[in-house]
T-cell receptor, first 111, second 111 residues
Framework: NAGVTQTPKFQVLKTGQSMTLQCAQDMNHEYMSWYRQDPGMGLRLIHYSVGAGITDQGEVPNGYNVSRSTTEDFPLRLLSAAPSQTSVYFC??????????FGPGTRLTVL | GQNIDQPTEMTATEGAIVQINCTYQTSGFNGLFWYQQHAGEAPTFLSYNVLDGLEEKGRFSSFLSRSKGYSYLLLKELQMKDSASYLCAVRSIGSWGKLQFGAGTQVVVTP
């Protein structure tokens, strides 16, 4: 199994540009989440999904959209990037009450 | 909501023991996780406690007291490779199993 994969690993955007961070898992996990990690602030939940077609907001959803059309994929869309969205983004998945598995992360810089 | 507190940084000598404390406040506790995160990498699962008491896994142990809203992670026989950030995360009932993370404790192991 590849586990949780994320692309791209690094990205630089200009303010106002849009992009999609990709996340996929091959473990048939129903739960998937997106986090951002900033220095001194730990991991903060952006959006999460409990199955295909079901998503909900986390702590810091503003400026981000998600959809879950398949069990495997959970893309995160930035509609109009802002410098405040410069961060490291992690996707995670789990089955039931088990532990979460994290992807390798995407390091995003918005100029 | 949840408040999760853990120390920002701890330093210890190779071969020693370090105890990382985590206190939390939550409505409807449903499990506490510890993750390890090396610089520039994704978090990886270390331990899970849902009942009071001590869980031991090799050099790492985790303790939980639900009545006190308190957990600790004990790292024994410290090795240089244990230098990392250690994240405490709490899951609550009725929130689709969302995890709330603390800011992390940076452990520095010195020779």
């Amino acid at each position: 199994n590849a586990g949780v994969t994320q692309t791209p690993k690094f990205q630089v955007l200009k303010t106002g540009q849009s992009m999609t961070l990709q996340c996929a898992q091959d473990m048939n996990h129903e739960y998937m989440s997106w986090y951002r990690q900033d220095p001194g602030m730990g991991l903060r939940l952006i959006h999460y999904s409990v199955g295909a077609g079901i998503t909900d907001q986390g702590e810091v959803p503003n400026g981000y959209n998600v959809s879950r059309s398949t069990t495997e994929d959970f893309p995160l869309r930035l509609l109009s990037a802002a410098p405040s969205q410069t961060s490291v983004y992690f996707c995670a998945s789990r089955r039931g009450d088990s532990e979460q598995f994290f992807g390798p992360g995407t390091r995003l810089t918005v100029l | 909501g949840q408040n999760i507190d853990q120390p920002t940084e701890m330093t210890a000598t190779e071969g020693a023991i370090v105890q990382i404390n985590c206190t939390y406040q939550t409505s409807g506790f449903n499990g506490l996780f510890w993750y390890q995160q090396h610089a520039g990498e994704a978090p990886t699962f270390l331990s899970y406690n849902v009942l009071d008491g001590l869980e031991e896994k090799g050099r790492f142990s985790s303790f939980l007291s639900r009545s006190k809203g308190y957990s600790y992670l004990l790292l024994k026989e410290l090795q240089m490779k244990d230098s990392a950030s250690y994240l405490c995360a709490v899951r609550s009932i009725g929130s689709w199993g969302k995890l709330q993370f603390g800011a992390g404790t940076q452990v520095v192991v010195t020779p």
